[in-house]
C-alpha cells in the first residue's frame, strides 16, 4: 500500500494538501528540513553543522 501512495501526514494532511494547496511547500521544506538537514543547503546550518 506504501507504494504509490499519496503521502500522507497523520492528522492534517488531507487539509494542508487540499485546502490550503499553498502551505504544502511551506511544510514539505519543515518535514525537509528536520528529516533530512543536509538535502537542504543553507537553509538548516546550524543544526547539521554540529
Do not use: C, Q, Y
Request: proline residues 10%; positive net charge.
Amino acid at each position: 500500500m506504501g507504494i504509490g501512495s499519496p503521502v500522507r501526514i497523520p492528522g492534517a494532511g488531507h487539509m494542508i494538501g487540499f485546502e490550503r494547496p499553498g502551505l504544502v511547500n511551506r511544510e514539505l521544506a519543515a518535514l525537509i528540513e528536520r528529516a533530512a538537514p543536509d538535502l537542504t543547503p543553507g537553509r538548516s546550518k546550524g543544526r547539521s553543522a554540529a
